[in-house]
């Protein structure tokens, strides 16, 4: 399958991908940005594409360790020669296998960006990859999969990142069910006015502690640019998705620092 090559993180991180698949967009900078890690942890990518959150995650954090889980074979040997690409083989491994037969345990994050559609709900794409990227392949993997996958997954008090569909939220806690706590929901808006397409959600194993609807982030102006809130600063900062309270004209404001697809953008809530 033919294909070409894009950057992200003000091409600090060149990423292989097939021409007619699977496009890495801002969701899965975005996602690798929302992933708490610290140096020394391991992160398990479920559903891993070309590798493009997990080697986000790799660069913003040092000493950290990636397993990637994917499916799809061309997607696989992509991953694997993005690792080399960007001098992290040494940091990473890729496993050829559905998520549901994976028995890797222990790790201390898990991220994934599951198919957003839902088998027999939508046209059927005549490319085989992109179908199944989408969630019309052959297998009837639901949310509740993913949701049971990471857990297993995690080590105790270790944290799920999933982004996904804004209308599919409910689903999402639901299938965390009792089994996570201090769930975060990071809705996220094309525009200002309009409904949030996407949502971060963040849980953590074993936690009892409540939820928390999060300031969301408001990405674009009608034009198209970043929103006055979210200037270009041309500078990538190795932070993570965080809420930071600072002071501002006598004014407590909450700020999101975030790394895009180009460069960090803070967004200020106040």
Excluded at 5 to 17: A, G, M
Excluded at 231 to 258: D, S, T, W, Y
Aim: proline fraction near 4%.
């Amino acid at each position: 399958m033919p294909e070409n090559s894009i950057y992200v993180l003000n091409k600090r991180v060149q990423l292989l991908q097939t021409a007619a698949g699977f496009r890495t967009s801002i969701d899965s900078v975005l996602l690798a940005a929302a992933c708490g890690a610290k140096a020394g942890d391991h992160i398990l990518d479920l559903g891993c594409g070309v590798g493009s959150a997990g080697f986000c995650v790799l660069w913003r954090v040092p000493d950290t360790q990636l397993t990637g889980v994917e499916i799809q074979a061309e997607s696989y040997d992509l991953a694997v020669q993005n690792a080399a690409l960007n001098d992290m083989v040494d940091r990473c491994e890729f496993v050829l296998s559905d998520i549901r037969a994976y028995r890797g345990r222990g790790f201390h994050h898990v991220i994934c960006n599951p198919p957003y559609l839902e088998a027999g709900t939508h046209l059927i794409s005549p490319s085989e990859s992109l179908a199944r990227a989408r969630g019309h392949g052959d297998d009837e993997t639901t949310l509740q999969d993913w949701v049971d996958m990471a857990y297993k997954a995690l080590k105790q008090d270790g944290s799920f990142t999933m982004i996904h569909r804004a209308d599919h939220a409910d689903k999402i806690v639901q299938a965390l069910g009792k089994r996570f706590g201090a769930v975060e929901l990071i809705p996220l808006w094309p525009r200002a006015g309009v409904k949030a397409k996407r949502v971060i959600i963040r849980a953590i194993k074993g936690r009892k502690s409540g939820a928390a609807l999060n300031p969301g982030l408001v990405l674009h102006q009608e034009n198209g640019d970043y929103t006055d809130r979210g200037r270009c600063r041309f500078a990538v900062r190795r932070k993570p998705l965080e809420m930071i309270g600072v002071k501002h004209g006598g004014r407590q404001r909450r700020v999101i620092n975030i790394t895009t697809l180009q460069h960090d953008i803070p967004l200020r809530f106040g």
